[in-house]
């Protein structure tokens, strides 16, 4: 179950979550629950992973936002609302089952970030930079838990959705749904 608009409103900041209108999303085939999760609970901006948030029907996936100091577009699958990120160069890369996994995740990350009293300092010294690991991992396991496949094993090239030259992300670095560079 997606968080609560008004939880995600709490940390992202009034104006900072956008819901889709059931107009937006009615003709998309993707199971209801998900679909009234992006017209309940919204998508939020999230520093550099979300920058703008738009629900556009595109030929092989639906636009859900995307990231332009990034360089990514979110979207998801039809059928089942798998969430992917495109790059501008045809790279795509798994990010969540779901796009209800997908709304959590960015509640978890987003509410970490802003309620961390290290991330902004964790490199001013060793003991911030340790307790700033110790609280990603603490993270990275919440997430872990919440959407197994979006931890993953390393292995998230699907070639299901997206141009055939997909890249396959790290372990850590597809929670936050970064490409590898390999």
């Not at 141009?163 to 929670?175: C, E, I, L, Q």
Request: net charge negative.
């Amino acid at each position: 179950m997606p968080p609560a608009f008004e939880a995600v409103a709490a940390w992202a900041g009034a104006g900072r979550v956008v819901r889709a209108a059931e107009l937006d999303v009615a003709t998309w085939r993707l199971p209801e629950p998900q679909r009234a999760a992006l017209v309940s609970a919204g998508v939020p901006l999230v520093g550099e992973l979300v920058s703008a948030v738009a629900f556009h029907a595109e030929p092989t996936r639906y636009r859900l936002a995307n990231s332009d100091d990034l360089d990514w577009v979110y979207g998801a699958a039809p059928g089942t609302g798998e969430v992917r990120a495109w790059s501008s160069d045809g790279r795509s890369w798994f990010v969540n089952s779901t796009i209800n996994h997908w709304l959590c995740s960015l509640h978890l990350v987003g509410s970490w970030l802003t309620s961390s009293t290290v991330i902004d300092r964790w490199d001013e010294d060793l003991p911030a930079e340790e307790e700033a690991l110790a609280e990603l991992a603490q993270l990275l396991e919440r997430i872990r838990v919440l959407d197994p496949p979006a931890f993953g094993d390393g292995d998230h090239a699907t070639g299901e959705v997206g141009p055939p030259s997909t890249t396959s992300p790290g372990r850590d670095s597809a929670v936050m749904g970064s490409p590898s560079r390999t």
